[in-house]
């Protein structure tokens, strides 16, 4: 698969153009883009418990999970299954949405219906997500501090992409911000070679599709 994936980055005609991958591939890479999204956690609690944000309130919002079985139990704060949910939710949805509506969009000039195909390689253009995500959570793994003080901007938006932001400004993140713009702007090229390959369309096609709904989520949160 590294050798399709390189492909894929380097030659995404190539990769579009060619067998489509199964489904279970698909959706392994927005379990990967799940994965890392995860990263937040553990800053957004860290938030939550410090005095910038009244916890007592965010904690007992919601009621605590738990799990009990025989001679073992365990119990997890509502809140942070919320966030756990939701984390690993958003790439999946994000999936769902792109393929629905760049499916729809390309309904009046598309040549084959392409369903399937549509929704298994629409989840490839996520991939640049995951490079931009890392160089995000590294710099906020590596910046944030212990015991926050102030309240910082931190979340995970469409496409499952990381925002982090300091409550100053900061080179470092505005670094991660360009990337991160960058990677959905590569997305939105992916997606175009994806949608061309599906629906039988020309790249210029592919690109007139999806370049409204990847503008609207290019940018900062």
């Known amino acids: ?8 980055l380097v030659d995404p005609a190539a990769f579009f153009d060619a067998d489509v991958p199964p489904l279970s591939q698909s959706v392994g890479v927005l379990i990967a883009t799940g994965a890392v999204c995860l990263g937040v956690l553990p800053p957004v609690l ?3 418990e410090s005095p910038v944000i009244p916890d007592e309130v965010v904690f ?8 009990v079985t025989a001679g073992w139990a365990v119990s997890v704060p509502g809140i942070v299954g919320v966030l756990l949910a939701a ?20 309904w009046p000039i598309a040549s084959e219906s392409g369903v399937d195909r549509t929704v298994s390689l ?3 253009g996520f991939v640049p997500q995951l490079l931009a995500n890392g160089i995000t959570l590294a710099a906020l793994l590596a910046a944030f501090p212990a015991t926050p003080t102030e309240s910082w901007r ?10 982090a932001s300091p409550p100053a400004f900061e080179p470092l993140f505005a670094v991660a911000t360009v990337v991160g ?14 949608i061309a390959a599906a629906r039988g369309l020309t790249l210029r096609q592919g690109l007139a599709v999806v370049a409204v709904p990847t503008i609207l989520v290019a940018g900062p949160i």
Request: net charge positive; charged share 10%; aromatic share 18%.
């Open 181 to 194: 713009v960058g990677c959905t702007l590569w997305s939105g090229y992916l997606w175009a070679h994806a």
């Open 87 to 106: 984390v690993l939710a958003v790439p999946l949805v994000a999936w769902i949405a792109f393929a629905a509506l760049f499916y729809l969009l390309s």
């Open 46 to 48: 860290s938030l939550l």
């Open 1 to 8: 698969m590294d050798g399709r994936l390189w492909q894929l």
């Open 122 to 124: 629409v989840a490839w």
């Open 154 to 163: 931190i979340g995970v938006t469409v496409p499952a992409r990381i925002y």
């Open 60 to 67: 007992d919002a919601f009621p605590p999970l738990r799990y």
